[in-house]
Every structure is written in structure tokens, then in C-alpha cells.
């Protein structure tokens, strides 16, 4: 065969072929754009479902009601802080992290909702519990217990630091201003405080125990002495010192800052922006 007739004849050939490689890189570019659009849908989905998840851990993890954390979520992070106590203590050799549990039980919310009814009250207690959450650190957890219970789980925290945070939330209770539900100029706060007072009771690791059970447990026999001493106070698994009963206190509370901050390096700060079967057994619940 000649040249030009050779040359002809590959000529011919190539055309097909260049026309279908044509077509396959087009092919080939409009999947690649499918296959984009298709990721970019599904990174969106996925965008979308964890968004809801973290909504629902969330909503799971919140007291409707207050705010707050709830039941489940104390319990799950006291099992976490005193793993991670237990950790430390077998790493270090030494006597661990501290870790201090408090048991917060507010009474006379009778009288609020006998004056203002349920619905009025429900939002006392919120405000009330929002503003708890205000006076311990954001490292630090503070939950709804139970009905007017709370509970706070202070890590690093010893006895000495407790009894201070213990103290800051039975006077944030004492002087807390309650919600004003008239149009007019607000009223003056009470010359006797609010009606409502607290009683904490203050159980720390490793000294009251090394188990969730067994701190909860400690921390409710302090409470129930705290209650016993009238409330408005706070007791500790150890005997109180004669300047620490409900009058003491009820002084050093009403001088400008002689509340002190609670040990630890984190600054004080809202965790909330931050409850397992019943341990401890709780009064009636007047707000559910």
C-alpha cells in the first residue's frame, strides 16, 4: 500500500476514535460534576443529622423545666469525674484529684404557689435555678436533682473550696430577688429575704467515699443535718464548727463580699450556658 493511501486510511480511523474520546471526556466531566453535587447533598445531610443529634443529646441531657442539667447528666458526669479522680490518683501514686458533691434542697415553695399558683412558681424555680448555675465555675456541673433539689459536682474541689461554693448558693438563695409580676414599680426586696431558704449538704472525695453511691449518700446525711439546723445552712459529713450554724452564716452573708471564691484555677462562670435512679430519696416534689 502506498503512503497517501496509508496515510488516508489512518486518517479515517482516528476520526471514530477522537469523536469517542470526545465523548468520553465529556462523559467523564459530567460525572465528576454528578458526583460533586451528590457529595455536596450528602455533606449536607450529614451536616443536618448531626445538628439533630447534638439538638436530641442536648434536649436528653436538659431539665425542661429549670434549664438546667438534668438527673441523667449529674449521674453520668459523677461516674466521669470520679473515673477520672481514680485515674489520676493511679497515675500520680499520690491521693488523686479532689472531687466534692453537693446536695441542695430550696424550701418554701408552698408559699409561692400558694400565692402566684403553679405556672408563676415553675418560673421562680427556673430563674432561681439559672441564677445557681451563675455561682460555680464553667468546669464545674450544676443540675435539677429532683423537685426543688439540686445537685453540683465541683472537680478539683476539696472540703475547704465546697463549704465556700455551699455558702455562696445558700445566700444566693436567701437574697434572691423573685420574679415581679405586677405592672407597676417593682417592690423592694424583703426585709427578711425572699421567704425561700437552702439547705446544702457537702460530701467530698475520697474522704466520704470513692463511689457515686456512697458520696450521694454521705452527701444527703449532711443535708438532712442541714435541714434538721433549720435551713438556711450548710452542713459537711463532719461535725460543723460552732461558727458555721445557720445564724453565723446568716452574718457573714450579709457583709459585701465575704463570700469567696471556690478553689480551683477556672474563673467563676455560667455553665449553662453545663439526673440515674433515684440514690437518695427526695422531699415531695411541690413543682414537677
Not at 469517542?20 to 466531566?29: F, H, I, P, Y
Not at 453535587?37 to 431539665?63: I, M, P, Y
Not at 429575704?193 to 452527701?219: F, I
Amino acid at each position: 500500500m502506498s503512503t497517501p493511501l496509508l496515510v488516508q486510511a489512518l486518517a479515517g480511523l482516528s476520526v471514530p476514535a477522537l469523536a469517542g474520546a470526545t465523548a468520553l471526556g465529556v462523559r467523564l466531566r459530567r460525572a465528576d460534576r454528578s458526583a460533586a453535587a451528590r457529595e455536596g447533598r450528602l455533606r449536607e445531610q450529614v451536616a443536618g443529622l448531626e445538628a439533630r443529634c447534638a439538638e436530641l443529646e442536648r434536649t436528653a441531657s436538659c431539665d425542661p423545666l429549670t434549664g438546667v442539667w438534668n438527673y441523667r447528666h449529674l449521674q453520668l458526669t459523677l461516674d466521669r469525674e470520679i473515673e477520672r479522680a481514680r485515674r489520676a490518683e493511679q497515675a500520680e501514686h499520690q491521693d488523686g484529684r479532689p472531687l466534692a458533691v453537693l446536695l441542695l434542697e430550696i424550701a418554701g415553695f408552698e408559699a409561692v404557689v400558694a400565692e402566684h399558683g403553679r405556672a408563676r412558681a415553675s418560673a421562680v424555680l427556673r430563674d432561681l435555678a439559672q441564677r445557681l448555675g451563675m455561682e460555680i465555675r464553667r468546669s464545674d456541673t450544676f443540675g435539677r436533682y429532683s423537685g426543688e433539689d439540686f445537685m453540683a459536682v465541683l472537680p478539683d474541689t476539696g472540703a475547704e473550696g465546697a463549704a465556700q461554693v455551699a455558702e455562696r448558693l445558700v445566700w444566693s438563695v436567701r437574697r434572691h430577688l423573685l420574679l415581679d409580676w405586677s405592672s407597676g414599680p417593682r417592690e423592694g426586696r424583703r426585709p427578711h429575704g425572699n421567704g425561700l431558704t437552702a439547705a446544702v449538704g457537702v460530701a467530698v472525695l475520697p474522704e466520704d467515699g470513692t463511689h457515686a453511691a456512697v458520696l450521694l449518700r454521705a452527701a444527703d446525711g449532711a443535708l438532712g443535718r442541714a435541714r434538721g439546723a433549720g435551713g438556711d445552712c450548710w452542713r459537711g459529713t463532719a461535725s460543723p464548727a460552732s461558727d458555721t450554724g445557720p445564724e453565723a452564716e446568716r452574718d457573714r452573708s450579709e457583709k459585701a463580699g465575704s463570700l469567696s471564691a471556690c478553689a480551683g484555677e477556672a474563673p467563676l462562670t455560667s455553665p449553662v450556658t453545663s439526673p440515674l435512679p433515684a440514690i437518695v430519696a427526695g422531699p415531695r416534689d411541690v413543682l414537677s
